[in-house]
Structures are given as C-alpha cells and as structure tokens.
C-alpha cells in the first residue's frame, strides 16, 4: 500500500466501559479525543480532552455530545467492539452510532485489542497501564489510548518520515505537557 499524506485534523476518539459493549449492562466510564491537527507540513497541533461520566449517564446522549465536538472535516478513529450483534432497531455499537452522527466525516473503526493498543503506546514512549494496574490507573487508560489508535493509524498510513516528524513531534508534545503540570 502506498503512503498517505497524514490528514489535516485527525481525532482518536477512546471510549472505555464499564463491561464490553455489547453488554446491556456496559456504561461509558471515560472518553477521551485526541486531535492531530496540521497547520503546515512541518507543524502539527496536538490536542487532548478526556471526561469522566458516572453509569447513569446515558451513552447515546455523551455519544452525541462527543460528535458535536467533531469538526465536519476531520477523520475520526473509534474502536469498534469485537463480534458486535446486528441490532436491527438501530446502531449496535459505539462506532456505528458514531458514523451515523458524523455522517460528513471520514470514521474509521478498527479492531485492536488491550495488547495491540499497549505495543503501540509503548512505540512512542506512553506508560501503558496493564490488567495488573489499579482500578484508578486503568479507568484513566482512554488518553493513552486514543494516542495509542493515532499511532497504528500513522504507522499504517504515512511514510516511514512523515511517522519520524509525527512522533518527534508528539514525544515534544508529551514533554510540555508534562512540564506544564510539573510531573
């Protein structure tokens, strides 16, 4: 496959449950937006949001608040469940229920699992929590997470020097941030 040039503005969107998706049970917990966005071909802006919801929230309302927050122009990564069920009374998944609501947008869902998410956080220097993490630790994952989808998107769509300016740029990012909350 030939590389891509990476989008003007990229949002990884991450959203963590309380049980797997298709669980009738299952809350969102925690989403987080990570945006990319490239005001040159050698600049690029990073963004973060991450909110905290508690069960009674209802999902579709924090969903639709989620998209709201979407520009009409960017691509949107979500996470999609694994072996969802067809339901036909309408969207199954997070993810559907996303391109539904951002039906202007580019969303692409893709399958990656704990592990996959950890290699790719850990490509960029994140400290990915694991299942031996504390409670506090893992309900707090969906940022490293977001970022972690934003790096198998850049390492699966952009040339070997774009992805080097990309995470260059991003580890700079990571550093500031630190520094502006004195960690």
């Known amino acids: 496959m030939k590389p891509m040039p990476h989008p003007q503005t990229l949002i990884s969107l991450s959203i963590i449950r309380t049980h797997p998706e298709t669980d009738p049970r299952s809350a969102i917990s925690s989403l987080a937006l990570f945006t990319v966005h490239r005001r040159s071909r050698l600049d690029v802006a990073f963004a973060l949001e991450h909110h905290f919801f508690d069960p009674e929230d209802d999902a579709a309302d924090i969903l639709a608040g989620a998209a709201r927050s979407i520009p009409a122009d960017a691509i949107v990564l979500i996470r999609q ?102 960690v």
């Open 81 to 182: 469940a694994r072996q969802a069920p067809v339901n036909i009374a309408g969207p199954s998944t997070d993810a559907v229920f996303l391109a539904q609501a951002l039906d202007t947008n580019t969303v692409i869902g893709f399958d990656a699992d704990e592990h996959e998410l950890a290699e790719a956080g850990i490509l960029i220097g994140l400290d990915m929590p694991g299942r031996g993490s504390t409670p506090l630790r893992w309900r707090r994952r969906a940022p490293l997470h977001a970022q972690a989808m934003w790096v198998i998107y850049a390492a699966s769509f952009c040339s070997a020097k774009e992805q080097r300016a990309l995470f260059s740029a991003h580890l700079a990012w990571c550093a500031l941030q630190r520094a502006r909350i004195c």
